[in-house]
């Protein structure tokens, strides 16, 4: 560059290196199609997450273009700038900035100039700096589309170089030699050095208990790799799986430390870590089967008499708690002769379960009460088996039962239903109104015709 010619220096600071050196592409195709500037030399300079620097120097951009005069004071410090001039940059730095022009008559941009600005910026950005002669007023539209694409902001523009006779005292103001080993500096060329990438999913799969549709699941939730599982929640692993559609097994608890483990690359660690756990399961496994469970007396709930109760305990419903969240369907399959009252057991459970006898004594009064809609005039609608309406979105066992007493025990009863009635039905019962009650009818529509695939579809989109 011949020393005649006003050079101008521009910083500008952007995401992150990968950002930067798009920006400096873009730029540079903007160069070659205008004759009245001249891209000199560009760097980038990049701070870590450790606040170290990195600079990435790139190989001179070739000669001068024919017909460049006299440039400019850095058009790009006008309205082009996507932020205000300045803003990133403070403290000592602040004082020397405008008196910066980095020695680069012929020696380029100048190292330490960039490493104090690279300290200035945030942690993870990048600055991007590029020396030019002339001026670009006859690519000024495409100039501020570029650095508005990419979000750039200004953090320093010079006047020419020119009019500076001694860059370098302007460069040891700013820390010169002694600063120079607190940053790490890379000299190579940024055409020839790789960009830092994204770094490819790791191989969950690797871990005890999560297998491919899991790992679909989590990596899908932004969780891609052994770092990253390491540093997730137990509450949140189950929250992201269910969210997924995925049975959440046993072993959740311990993704996160064998994940520490797999993210050191301690696979004897991991393996270490996973036969504890497997000997401690099985330790405990035997003083689980001793385990007794007192069975409640469910002769406190009408209609089981000793039969009932103990067909029921055959079948694994041994609580009133157990009781109250088992549906209808498995209640008659457990049970040889169904009584008419069945689809009120798990109701009147779930006040037992509480200790709420009075509540309970309530229930089965309001119950007998209301009118017998179930009599011998209509003997068809007793035959009707009941279908299992907690296989819509938003119906427990406990609903089930409150519009089981309601009469409403079939998916096509249901979908007659409207929401206003629903609501009475629910409120009667002491229960609050879910959100998704509203689409109960519609469900149960799909659930009677049995297309089930439509009734996912149909949720599905519900809930988006």
């Known amino acids: 560059m011949s020393k005649k010619e006003d050079s101008t220096l521009v910083a500008l600071t952007v995401a992150d290196y990968k950002t930067a050196h798009d920006l400096l592409k873009k730029m540079v195709e903007l160069d070659k199609k205008d004759d009245y500037v001249k891209i000199v030399d560009a760097a980038t300079a990049v701070r870590t997450k450790r606040g170290r620097v990195k600079i990435k120097q790139t190989k001179d951009i070739g000669g001068l273009k024919g017909g460049v005069g006299g440039g400019a004071i850095g058009i790009l410090a006008g309205a082009a700038i996507a932020g205000p001039v300045g803003a990133a940059i403070g403290g000592a730095a602040g004082g020397v900035l405008a008196g910066i022009y980095a020695r680069a008559r ?42 508005k694409d990419h979000n750039a902001a200004l953090l320093y523009s010079s006047v020419p ?65 052994f770092a990253k599982l390491a540093d997730t929640s137990e509450p949140t692993l189950r929250d992201t799986l269910h969210a997924g559609g995925v049975a959440v097994p046993k072993t959740v608890s311990t993704w996160p430390m064998q994940a520490s483990f797999a993210a050191k690359g301690d696979w004897p660690g991991l393996n270490a870590y996973n036969q504890h756990s497997q000997d401690e399961a099985e330790k405990a496994a035997p003083e689980e089967k001793k385990e007794e469970v007192t069975p409640d007396d469910f002769s406190q709930i009408e209609g089981i008499g000793l039969k009932s109760a103990k067909a029921l305990n055959a079948a694994g419903i041994m609580t009133y708690e157990q009781l109250a969240s088992t549906s209808e369907p498995d ?37 007998k009460a209301k009118p017998d809609t179930s009599g011998d005039s209509k003997p068809a609608a007793k035959a009707v088996e009941p279908d299992d309406l ?69 949720n599905q989109k519900r809930k988006a």
């Not at 190292?111 to 950005?125: A, L």
């Open 106 to 147: 012929d020696k380029g941009i100048d190292d330490k100039f960039m490493r104090k600005v690279g300290h200035e910026i945030d942690k993870g950005q990048a600055a991007l700096f590029v020396l030019y002669t002339g001026n670009w007023e006859h690519s000024l539209a495409g100039v501020e589309q570029v650095v």
């Open 331 to 367: 209640l008659r399959k457990a049970v040889p002769h169904v009584p008419a009252n069945i689809h009120t057991w798990p109701m009147q459970a779930s006040f037992a379960a509480q200790g709420d006898w009075k509540g309970l004594a309530k229930y089965n009064q309001d119950r």
């Open 390 to 458: 907690t296989k819509l979105d938003g119906i427990g066992p406990r609903t089930a039962s409150v519009l089981a007493g309601a009469g409403i025990t079939t998916y096509a009863q249901l979908a007659k239903s409207n929401e206003s009635e629903l609501a009475q039905i629910l409120s009667a019962a002491g229960m609050l109104t879910p959100g998704s009650m509203s689409s109960w009818p519609k469900q149960a529509s799909y659930a009677a015709q049995g297309d089930w695939k439509a009734l996912a579809d149909y």
């Open 161 to 225: 170089l020119a009019l500076m006779e001694d860059a370098q005292d302007a460069a040891e103001a700013v820390g010169g030699d002694e600063v120079a080993s607190d940053y790490e500096v890379d000299t190579t060329p940024e055409e020839e050095a790789a960009p830092e990438e994204a770094a490819e999913a790791d191989d969950l799969t690797k871990l005890s208990g999560i297998g491919p549709k899991t790992a679909g699941v989590l990596v899908a939730a932004g969780i891609d790799s």
